[in-house]
């Protein structure tokens, strides 16, 4: 560590006034995550104290000010080889064959996104680079609406009609309204819940008036809890429960916040729910709700790329399902939900074997699925709902016929045909290259969200770091001592925090530097030896440290603080900050 002060010709070591702030790093605990606190601070000391200390810094005079070392001349970081050919390491590196010698400075700061990743890059980042340097809008965006919907809570005057807890749910919000189920005959409603087992919110399905003959209708949830795929929503719980006033069987989901149906997504919102904020008036959905129709449509139906996309997800979904001996009985428009711009999952699986069983061989309950897979194709290709009616199928595949590639109509045509048993493997070779495109898109996926990751990294390290600066700087007392952050080792953070923070420019302006702020911390969390020159604000003191120096200053204080905090809960005494 160095201290700088103005040259004159009568300076020498025994006449230095050495300010009470400066650190003793001899006196501290220094080492890295010490959870016992046992950094102790600096004490008091006398003028006696002062004369002695000052004998261990020995003068330079550089360019006109007078630098005093400690120790022999050299500062700490030159003593231990920094700066040189070795790296900061003390000792050379042996550069084998196959090693390359590098230096990289020691810390970081996020540079632009790689070259295959530009395409990605923000609408508005070439006229406003700070953009660049953060997540896009966009994905900004759809995260926080997830987030608002996850924690989204029912309006009590407005629902008076939801029970308070089902079990252990609590926060019981509707998501879809109740409606008859052709395919079980009962009305069904979901919901959205938290669990006050484990803080999770998950997805209720509710059967209304509906009673389990006994605990071993059950058994077919279990094989479907066990079920584990990327398309598949996970069923985690079935229960019966009186708490809607009726016999209701709900099954417990998990919960893929904004998602939609795909009768939402290209048929429109009849009969969905949409959240509004009953505050702002705003509403809480996905950025990216009917971004697949209107305009976007090919002929009458789905963009032919999209559908392709749906047909290997929904097959993927269906592999994984029949490979467990099990059929899904649920591929319809209404129950296959999109989470995202066009990431599938097969939702509301097992409820129809628990309340419609269906006594037939479970290879024939696949062939079923196969054929409603071909009557959710043919639906989105046509733009109609109920395409896949006997009467008015041939229309249909004149329309995919007409609109779309052969392979799609092949695809189609298999899948309705008359063919008594179908299979997944039958479909695989029609899908073909098609995979290809998919996996593309799914890599294409991978580096935008990489690269938004990237921007993002070191946000985290930083704020941990900017809030143990500001937990120590200009507090107001700490163990009685009203001085604490004004001396010893505080007093150096406090100096960085405005060397930091509060530039100005030559005319006296602020000057804000996003660039010299994220440097400057990034330099800070990685310590490194690099030199700064600290100047306090009535310009008496002029301190030349390390990042690496200032780093354990930080450390230290900051485990000081820790040594004496209360671990019980409560309110802060912060009556002295009114």
């Known amino acids: 560590m160095i201290f700088a002060v103005p040259a004159t010709t009568s300076m020498s070591p025994m006449s230095v006034n050495v300010p009470a702030f400066i650190p003793n790093f001899a006196r501290l605990q220094l080492e890295n995550g010490g959870g016992n606190g046992g950094a102790v601070g600096p004490p008091q000391q006398t003028s006696s104290q002062f004369q002695a200390n000052a004998e261990e810094f020995v003068p330079q005079d550089h360019g006109g000010t007078v630098y005093f070392y400690r120790g022999g001349g050299q500062s700490a970081y030159e003593s231990s080889g920094g700066g040189g050919s070795t790296g900061g390491l003390g000792s050379p590196i042996e550069q084998s064959d196959s090693s390359v010698l590098v230096n990289t400075g020691g810390s970081y700061s996020y540079q632009l996104p790689p070259h295959h990743t530009g395409k990605f890059r923000p609408k508005l980042a070439a006229t406003n680079p700070a953009i660049a340097q953060f997540v896009s809008p966009d994905v900004k965006m759809e995260l926080m609406n997830r987030q608002l919907a996850m924690k989204a809570k029912p309006e009590a005057a407005l629902y008076p009609e939801l029970p308070q807890a089902i079990e252990h749910m609590r926060d019981i919000v509707p998501l879809e309204a109740g409606s008859i189920k052709p395919s079980t005959g009962y009305q069904q409603s979901v919901y959205k819940a938290t669990s006050a087992r484990d803080g999770v919110h998950y997805v209720l399905r509710r059967v209304h008036a509906f009673r389990p003959i006994n605990a071993k209708a059950f058994a077919p949830a279990e094989s479907w809890k066990k079920l584990q795929a990327a398309h598949v929503v996970q069923l985690r719980e079935c229960f019966a429960t009186r708490a809607f006033g009726d016999n209701s069987l709900i099954f417990v989901y998990d919960y893929h916040p904004l998602s939609e149906s ?5 048929f429109g919102r ?5 959240m509004v904020d009953t505050m702002t008036g705003a509403k809480i959905m996905s950025s990216y709700s009917g971004s697949a ?17 749906y047909v290997v997800q929904l097959t993927a979904a269906l592999r994984s399902i029949h490979a467990t001996g099990l059929a899904a009985r649920s591929i319809d428009i209404s129950k296959v939900i999109l989470m995202g711009k066009c990431k599938l999952l097969l939702s509301s699986c097992g409820v129809q074997d628990l309340v419609a069983p269906d006594h037939q061989q479970i290879q024939q309950q696949q062939s079923d699925d196969m054929v409603a897979l071909g009557r959710l194709v043919l639906a989105l290709a046509t733009g109609n709902q109920n395409a896949g009616r006997r009467e008015i199928v041939q229309q249909g595949l004149s329309i995919v016929g007409a609109h779309y590639s052969q392979d799609m109509k092949n695809l189609v045509t298999c899948l309705i045909g008359p063919s008594p048993r179908k299979t997944i493997a039958d479909v695989m070779p029609m899908i073909g290259a098609r995979f290809y495109h998919h996996i593309e898109a799914l890599q294409s996926r991978v580096d935008l969200l990489e690269n938004e990751t990237a921007r993002e990294l070191e946000n ?27 001396t010893g080792d505080r007093f150096l953070i406090k100096l960085f925090r405005d060397y930091v923070f509060h530039q100005v420019t030559d005319q006296g302006k602020p000057w804000m530097d996003m660039a010299h702020i994220v440097s400057c911390m990034n330099k800070l969390d990685a310590g490194v030896a690099e030199k700064i020159e600290l100047v306090s604000r009535d310009q008496d003191s002029v301190i030349i440290v390390s990042f690496g120096d200032l780093r354990r200053c930080i450390d230290a204080a900051f485990a000081e603080l820790s040594a004496t905090t209360v671990t019980a809960r409560g309110t802060p005494n912060n009556q002295r900050h009114h």
């Open 262 to 266: 795909l009768k939402e997504r290209h």
């Open 460 to 486: 985290g390290r930083l704020f941990r770091l900017l809030c143990k600066m500001n937990t120590i700087v200009e507090r107001p007392e700490h163990n009685m001592d009203s001085s604490w952050s004004e």
């Open 270 to 274: 009849n009969g969905g729910v949409t």
């Open 293 to 309: 129709g209107g305009a976007g449509l090919t002929g009458s139906g789905v963009p032919e790329l999209l559908l392709w996309q």
